[in-house]
C-alpha cells in the first residue's frame, strides 16, 4: 500500500478514535444547518446560498482545530522521532496528513448535502452545475486552510500555539479583502489577488477559470512546502 | 557495519558530538556509555537519520548517511528514548501500521512471530495507554526488531524500568544480540556490563574510551585491590608492607573487639596472595577471609568522565 495512504489510514483513524473530531463535526453541522435553516423558515428562501456564505466563517475556526495536533502532537509526544526514522519520506508525511485533514473536511461537506436534499423535496429548481462549483470551491479552500493549519503544526510543539498561529494566518487571508480601500492604488491588484474571497466567490458563482483553480493549489502546495522544510529542519531541541 | 567519521554536531553554539570516530562491526554488541548530556543520543539521532549532521560522516553498510537516508533507514531497528509510542492505538494496531509503512510481506505471522518473542501475548488488543511501563517498553523492542532488521538501535532501553522489568528487558536484549549488530546506550554501567562486549565511552561529546569489558577494567588500574579480614593486634597489621614488598595498605577498619577488616594495594601486577597467607600463619593470626576485588566499570567510568570534565 501507498505510504502517504497508509499514513492518511492512521491518522483518519486517530481522528475518530478521539472525541475532538466527532465535536468538531458535529458543532459544524449544527452551525450550518441553523444558517441553512433560518433564511428557509424566516425569509422562505430554500437555497444553500447563505450555507455556502457562511461555512468559510466556520472553516477559520474548524480547520485549526483539526489541524493544530496533526505534528506537533507527534513532536510533544516524540512519536515524530519514530515516524521520521522511518523509512518514509517527510513529504510523505506531510501529505499523508494533509488528505486525513482534507477527508475530514470532506466528511463535514458530505453531511451538508442534506440540505440539498431537504430543498430538492421542497421542489425548488436546483442548478446542479454552480451547486458543484460550490462546493469545490469549498473544498479547494479546505485544502488551503488545511496546509495552512498544517504549516502551523508543523513549527510548534504546542497545539494552542499551532492553533492560534494558524487562525491568524487564516484570517490574514480572510479580511484582506475589507482593507483593500486602505491600500495604495497601484497595490490593489496584488491585494485582490491575495484575497481568498475574490477567488472563491469567482467559483462560486459558478465560473471555473483556471487562474482561481492555480491560485488555490499554488498556495495549498506553498504551504505544504513550508511544513515539509519546517520538519525537515528538526533543530529544535 | 557502522562506522562514524569526524562526526560533528552542532545545536547553534553548543557543540553536542565532537569530532568523533567509531566502528561497529557486523555481530557486535556495543554498549555506548556517558553520563547525561554526553552526546549519546545525539549520535544515535545522526545515526538513525532523525538529526542532520553538522559535518563528519557516517557510513552505514558502505552507504553514505547524506543519499542514503531511506535505505540506511530500513536496515536499522530503533528504539528512541523515552520510547515515544502511539499510545492510543491498541498493540496490534501499532504493529501493524509499522508493518505498511516497512512493507512487510506476511506481517500477520511476522507480528505473532514478534508478540511472542517479546512476550506480549496476553496485551496484544489492547490500547498501548493501559499498559505498564516494563510492556510499552516490550511494544517499543517489537516494533523495532519487526522488520528484522540487522541492525539495532536501542537508546536507554531499560530507563525507568523496575528491577524485575529491566532484567527481563536485559534478556530479551542478549538473545536479540545473538544475531544483530547492537548498538545500546545508556548511562548504566551494571547494564552495558551484563551485555555488551565492547564499550565506548562518550563525555562531553568526546569518545574517552574504547575497548572490550576487560580491556577498560585492566587498562585503567593494573592495581588489585585485596581485602584481609584478620584477627589480629592493629599495630601489628600496619606492619605487614615492612615485611612484604611491593604493597600499601590503604585502609583498616574495626570490626569488633579484635578483628578487623584491611585493605591493601599491590603496587605491581604479582600475586602476593599466598606470600600474605603464609605471613599471617607465621604469626598465628587468624584469617577470617581474602579476596580480590577487581576494579570495577564504575571506578573507570568516574574515572573518565569526572576527568574529562576537568580538562
Not at chain 1, 75 to 91: Q, R, Y
Not at chain 2, 193 to 219: P, Y
Request: proline share 3%; charged share 20%.
Amino acid at each position: 500500500m501507498n505510504l502517504t495512504l497508509t499514513l492518511t489510514k492512521k491518522e483518519i483513524r486517530s481522528y475518530f478514535n478521539a472525541p475532538a473530531a466527532y465535536i468538531v463535526l458535529v458543532i459544524f453541522l449544527l452551525l450550518s444547518g441553523w444558517f441553512f435553516a433560518s433564511p428557509l423558515f424566516i425569509n422562505n428562501q430554500a437555497n444553500l446560498r447563505s450555507l455556502f456564505g457562511i461555512i468559510p466563517l466556520l472553516y477559520l475556526f474548524f480547520i485549526p482545530a483539526i489541524t493544530m495536533g496533526l505534528i506537533s502532537r507527534e513532536k510533544n509526544s516524540g512519536t515524530i522521532e519514530l515516524l521520521a526514522t522511518l523509512p518514509i519520506k517527510d513529504e510523505q508525511i506531510i501529505m499523508g496528513k494533509f488528505w486525513a485533514s482534507l477527508l475530514l473536511i470532506g466528511i463535514g461537506l458530505l453531511f451538508t448535502l442534506i440540505h440539498l436534499i431537504t430543498i430538492v423535496i421542497l421542489g425548488t429548481n436546483v442548478d446542479y452545475g454552480s451547486l458543484f462549483c460550490g462546493y469545490l470551491g469549498l473544498l479547494l479552500l479546505g485544502a488551503v486552510y488545511s496546509s495552512i493549519g498544517i504549516f502551523a503544526s508543523s513549527i510548534s510543539s504546542n497545539q494552542i500555539v499551532s492553533l492560534i498561529i494558524s487562525f491568524f494566518i487564516i484570517l490574514f487571508f480572510f479580511v484582506i479583502k475589507y482593507f483593500l480601500i486602505f491600500v495604495p492604488d497601484f497595490l490593489v491588484g496584488l491585494f485582490q489577488y491575495i484575497s481568498i474571497d475574490y477567488h472563491l466567490s469567482n467559483i462560486t458563482r459558478g465560473v471555473i477559470d483556471t487562474r482561481n483553480i492555480i491560485y488555490f493549489i499554488s498556495l495549498t502546495l506553498l504551504f505544504l512546502k513550508l511544513a515539509q522544510t519546517a520538519l525537515e529542519n528538526r533543530n529544535w531541541k | 557495519m557502522i562506522s562514524l567519521k569526524n562526526l560533528t554536531k552542532d545545536y547553534g553554539s553548543l557543540r553536542a558530538v565532537d569530532h568523533i570516530n567509531f566502528e561497529i562491526n557486523d555481530g557486535e554488541i556495543l554498549g555506548f556509555l556517558g553520563p547525561n548530556g554526553a552526546g549519546k543520543t545525539t549520535t544515535l539521532k545522526m545515526i538513525t537519520c532523525f538529526l542532520p549532521i553538522t559535518s563528519g560522516e557516517i557510513e552505514v553498510e558502505n552507504m553514505n548517511i547524506k543519499n542514503n537516508q531511506l535505505e540506511i533507514k530500513k536496515l536499522i531497528g530503533y528504539l528512541p528514548e523515552n520510547n515515544p509510542l502511539y499510545v492510543d492505538m491498541t498493540v496490534y494496531d501499532y504493529l501493524k501500521f509499522i508493518a505498511d509503512i516497512r512493507i512487510i510481506p506476511n506481517f500477520k505471522s511476522r507480528i505473532k512471530e514478534v508478540v511472542e518473542r517479546c512476550g506480549l501475548n496476553g496485551v496484544v488488543h489492547k490500547p498501548i495507554n493501559t499498559l505498564s511501563k516494563g510492556y510499552k517498553q516490550r511494544v517499543g523492542i517489537a516494533q523495532a526488531i519487526l522488520h528484522n532488521p540487522k541492525i539495532l538501535i536501542l537508546d536507554e532501553p531499560t530507563s525507568g524500568l523496575d528491577p524485575n522489568q529491566i532484567v527481563e528487558i536485559r534478556e530479551l536484549i542478549k538473545e536479540l544480540g545473538k544475531e544483530k549488530t547492537l548498538l545500546i546506550s545508556s548511562h548504566i554501567l551494571q547494564e552495558v556490563q551484563a551485555v555488551c562486549n565492547r564499550i565506548v565511552i562518550i563525555n562531553k561529546g568526546k569518545i574517552v574510551a574504547d575497548g572490550s569489558t576487560e580491556e577498560l577494567q585492566s587498562n585503567f588500574q593494573n592495581k588489585t585491590k585485596l581485602i584481609l579480614g584478620l584477627m589480629a593486634p592493629e599495630a601489628e597489621i600496619q606492619e605487614i608492607p615492612k615485611t612484604i614488598d611491593e604493597i600499601n595498605i590503604l585502609s583498616i577498619s574495626k570490626q569488633d573487639e579484635n578483628s578487623f577488616i584491611v585493605e591493601l594495594e599491590f603496587e605491581s601486577a604479582t600475586d602476593k596472595r599466598a606470600e600474605i597467607f603464609n605471613f599471617v600463619k607465621s604469626q598465628n593470626w587468624t584469617l577470617l577471609e581474602m579476596y580480590r576485588e577487581n576494579i570495577s566499570l564504575e571506578a573507570v567510568f568516574r574515572n573518565l568522565t569526572i576527568e574529562g570534565g576537568e580538562k
